[in-house]
């Protein structure tokens, strides 16, 4: 149910995007990625994760780029949301992209 839930939150999204950042599309999107992130991992360790000292500033911006697009200012809340995604996310990007790169020297 989580990953689907975060594979329809991501379609949205992007779809969202797509049309020109409707509001309601990146919204419901927005819902559906943070719901399925807390079926995935549990509630407890979504919120250890977003509310840790170090990545507090990342989790506002993210948190706080939802809110305004649910208050329907989809760019500025989109443009915060990748901040904050991008902060929160920053060290896992090495260990993916090491994944993505050893998956090309496969004989």
Known sequence: IGVGLVGFGLFFVLFGMLLYFDSVLLAFGNI??????VF??????????FFQRPKLKGSSF??????????????LGMLLEAYGFI???SGFFPVAFGFLGSLVNIP
């Not at 559906?32 to 992130?37: M, N, P």
């Not at 995935?40 to 994760?49: A, K």
């Not at 939802?66 to 989809?74: G, K």
Request: charge should be positive; proline fraction near 3%; aromatic fraction near 24%.
């Open 40 to 49: 995935i991992i549990g509630f407890r360790r979504t919120f250890t994760f």
């Open 87 to 89: 902060t929160l996310f």
């Open 62 to 75: 993210f948190f706080g780029g939802v809110l305004i697009v649910l208050m329907r200012w989809p760019l």
């Open 32 to 37: 559906l990625f943070l719901s399925g992130l």
